[in-house]
């Protein structure tokens, strides 16, 4: 399989060099757009481009407005920050995920909670998040209490895994019983539907990242969506120093954030997510080559999860065990294409290690199995 497979990929990207598992495309307005924001001299925090990018955002999403970040790490922070997640508070979040999601809750010195993901949505499972309350949580006055530790659970935290929809929206319901707030990671999930909804509209608040292997990118970068109005306009706030309004005066009326997109990196922004639907296309196409690849083969490939159509933003395969998988990524790598497996369980890191979690058998399952092949949009799509 391997030798086809390199191949079978080389004739994919039409490319003998090194390929990389996302890699940026830049092919519109790119250029143009810097160009402008540059002559402009507005290149920070304050500029058209930033203004332009939130709204074309919000409005992709169908939802009033969106606060642009530094980077999608930025964002999450801000989201937990709003969602009033404090001190000795707890926040319910998968294993599975990159550690930007917990360590954005560390920064607010909250306390992550580990329950499992389903094993055909890579997402945190709704089921075991039932459970997980059921047996530890009771409703008080004070909000979802958790029995064991005697700390609050504010908010949960499910992950778009590589862009696959995970059930959000019996994971909201679950959320509104239990009077727990729901902030999407969303940072994987830009251009992903739920039964025909985008990802990012199901949460209370939502983050997104534009890093430069996301599917789109604006160099580094994130955004803040929210349901209440008022979240949305406190987010503006905190992230721009909390300022308050004044022609010239500089007042400030509690400790705030220099969190704000520059606006030359919202200029790409602008550029790149006129390209959103051309890349969902050109993605959607790599997907479906792959999976007629693998469909005779004993490797199963990842497909989207019934309900959801994703963007198939990394593609992913489960090869048999981890002996399998590390053979596998020695083989592959070594011919100078990229492939990597999925990260290790956040319940393993040090930092993360004494953290209260549920069962996490289908997280353990999928660490050992699942693989990430190259999945950048096409040069000649
Ligand atoms: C990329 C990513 C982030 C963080 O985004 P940055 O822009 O790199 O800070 C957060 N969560 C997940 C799941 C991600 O994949």
């Known amino acids: 399989m391997h030798k ?4 079978f990929i080389r004739d994919m990207y039409r490319s003998d060099e090194f390929l990389p598992l996302h890699e940026p495309r830049f092919r519109g307005n790119e250029k143009k757009y810097l160009n402008e924001a540059i002559d402009s001299t507005f290149v920070s925090s304050i500029g058209a481009f930033v203004d332009r990018f939130e709204g074309d955002f919000a409005s992709y999403h169908g939802v009033e407005k969106a606060v642009a970040c530094v980077n999608g790490t930025a964002a999450l922070h801000m989201a937990l920050l709003l969602a009033d997640v404090n001190q000795n508070d707890e926040v319910i ?14 920064y607010q010195k909250a306390h992550p909670i580990f329950v499992d993901v389903d094993r055909d949505t890579l997402g945190l499972s709704p089921q075991a998040l039932e459970e997980f309350l059921a047996d ?14 005697g700390r609050i659970i504010k908010a949960v935290v499910p992950m778009h895994t590589f862009g696959h929809p ?10 509104q019983i239990w009077h727990i707030t729901l902030i999407e990671d969303a940072a994987e999930a830009l251009g992903s539907r739920y039964k ?8 209370d608040i939502s983050a997104f990242s534009f890093n430069g292997n996301k599917i789109i ?7 803040i969506i929210a349901k209440n109005p008022d979240i949305v306009k406190k987010a503006k706030y905190l992230t721009t120093t909390a300022k308050v309004p004044h022609p010239y005066e500089f007042t400030h009326d509690e400790v705030g954030y220099n969190y704000r997109m520059p606006n030359l990196n919202a200029a790409l922004g602008c550029a790149q997510l006129e390209h959103l639907d051309s890349y969902l296309t050109s993605k959607r196409e790599v997907a479906n080559l792959y999976k007629d690849f693998f469909s005779d083969r004993d490797e199963t490939f990842i497909d989207e999860p019934e309900g959801g159509k994703s963007n198939f933003w990394l593609n992913a395969i489960l090869l048999g065990d981890d002996v399998d998988r590390n053979g596998f990524l020695r083989r592959i790598n070594k011919q100078n294409i990229m492939v990597r497996p999925i990260w ?12 209260q979690s549920g069962p996490l058998h289908n997280a353990e399952w999928l660490e050992e199995k699942v693989i990430n092949l190259p999945s950048s949009v096409r040069l000649q799509a």
Do not use: W, Y
Request: glycine letters at 10%.
């Open 4 to 7: 086809e497979l390199i191949e």
């Open 344 to 355: 290790a369980l956040m319940n393993k890191l040090p930092m993360f290690k004494n953290c």
């Open 136 to 149: 530890n949580a009771e409703i008080t006055a004070k909000g979802c209490l958790n029995k064991k530790s």
């Open 196 to 203: 025909e909804q985008p990802l990012g509209t199901f949460g």
């Open 166 to 175: 995970c059930r959000i929206d019996e994971i909201a319901a679950i959320c």
């Open 93 to 106: 979040t998968q294993p599975l995920t990159f550690v930007a999601t917990c360590n954005a809750i560390s």
């Open 217 to 223: 990118t604006t160099g580094g970068g994130g955004m």
